[in-house]
């Protein structure tokens, strides 16, 4: 079965310094792979997401993610976070199976950014 | 455009009375999930629709939740009795059908069952 592991429950950082946020899947089948980030009190919203093509993805806001087949990760980074960029983070994955498409989410990652 | 679009934002209500939770999704699109969040289990999907049929329903916990989509704009998730493991944060999220759409969340309604 299909399944999207998010190790770290929390990750705190100090301001200005780089993360990563570890997202690793377990396939059988070709998937699409996303980032969204949760602010308190709100939706989700998509921070940047893999198709296919280059395998380094960027995001707006200084975040990019790299698809690593062999490794079936997709592992998010930062160079240099902010107070702002705190947040939970969720990597999905969505494949095909059985005629339509099946979306999985990780438990998420708690970014803690600190002064 | 108005976003996804829930309500109520807030319930609160007594074990084994009827619960319903409405969303009215972003026009044209023509995915629409539902999703409960809790800090135990994480965000998990309960089910989702394309062009307003039921697609995948594996999620849903248990007969005590009911899902409807009479239209394009406009979906209810119904628990009925509930219980108290039932408070969490209900989000509804609509997108295109498609590999590659983003789905758009709502702000979720928070259920807290005494």
């Given at each position: 079965a299909q399944s999207v592991t998010q190790l770290d429950s929390q990750v705190p950082v100090f301001e200005e310094a780089p993360v990563e946020l570890r997202c690793n899947y377990s396939s059988s089948v070709s998937v699409y792979l996303f980032w969204y980030v949760q602010y308190p009190n709100q939706g989700l919203q998509l921070l940047l997401k893999y198709?296919?093509?280059?395998t380094l993805v960027e995001s707006i806001n200084g975040f990019e993610a790299e698809f690593n087949k062999s490794q079936t990760s997709f592992h998010l980074r930062k160079p240099s976070v902010h107070i702002s960029d705190t947040a939970e983070y969720f990597c999905a994955v969505i494949y095909w199976a059985s005629g339509t498409y099946k979306y999985i989410f990780g438990t998420g990652t708690r970014l803690k950014v600190l002064a | 455009d108005a976003g996804v679009i829930q309500s109520p934002r807030h319930e609160v209500t007594e074990m084994g009375q009827e619960v319903t939770l409405r969303c009215k999704p972003i026009s044209g699109h023509n995915s629409l999930f539902w999703y409960r969040q809790t800090m135990m289990r994480g965000l998990e999907l309960l089910i989702y629709f394309n062009n307003n049929v039921p697609?995948?329903?594996?999620?849903?916990?248990?007969?005590r939740f009911s899902a409807k989509m009479p239209n394009a704009s406009f979906s209810t998730l119904k628990i009925q009795?509930?219980?108290?493991?039932?408070?969490a944060v209900y989000f509804c999220a609509s997108s295109l059908v498609d590999r590659g759409s983003e789905q758009y969340f709502g702000p979720g309604t928070r259920l807290t069952v005494t």
């Amino acid at each position: 079965a299909q399944s999207v592991t998010q190790l770290d429950s929390q990750v705190p950082v100090f301001e200005e310094a780089p993360v990563e946020l570890r997202c690793n899947y377990s396939s059988s089948v070709s998937v699409y792979l996303f980032w969204y980030v949760q602010y308190p009190n709100q939706g989700l919203q998509l921070l940047l997401k893999y198709l296919s093509g280059s395998t380094l993805v960027e995001s707006i806001n200084g975040f990019e993610a790299e698809f690593n087949k062999s490794q079936t990760s997709f592992h998010l980074r930062k160079p240099s976070v902010h107070i702002s960029d705190t947040a939970e983070y969720f990597c999905a994955v969505i494949y095909w199976a059985s005629g339509t498409y099946k979306y999985i989410f990780g438990t998420g990652t708690r970014l803690k950014v600190l002064a | 455009d108005a976003g996804v679009i829930q309500s109520p934002r807030h319930e609160v209500t007594e074990m084994g009375q009827e619960v319903t939770l409405r969303c009215k999704p972003i026009s044209g699109h023509n995915s629409l999930f539902w999703y409960r969040q809790t800090m135990m289990r994480g965000l998990e999907l309960l089910i989702y629709f394309n062009n307003n049929v039921p697609i995948d329903d594996s999620g849903m916990p248990e007969d005590r939740f009911s899902a409807k989509m009479p239209n394009a704009s406009f979906s209810t998730l119904k628990i009925q009795p509930s219980e108290p493991r039932d408070s969490a944060v209900y989000f509804c999220a609509s997108s295109l059908v498609d590999r590659g759409s983003e789905q758009y969340f709502g702000p979720g309604t928070r259920l807290t069952v005494t």
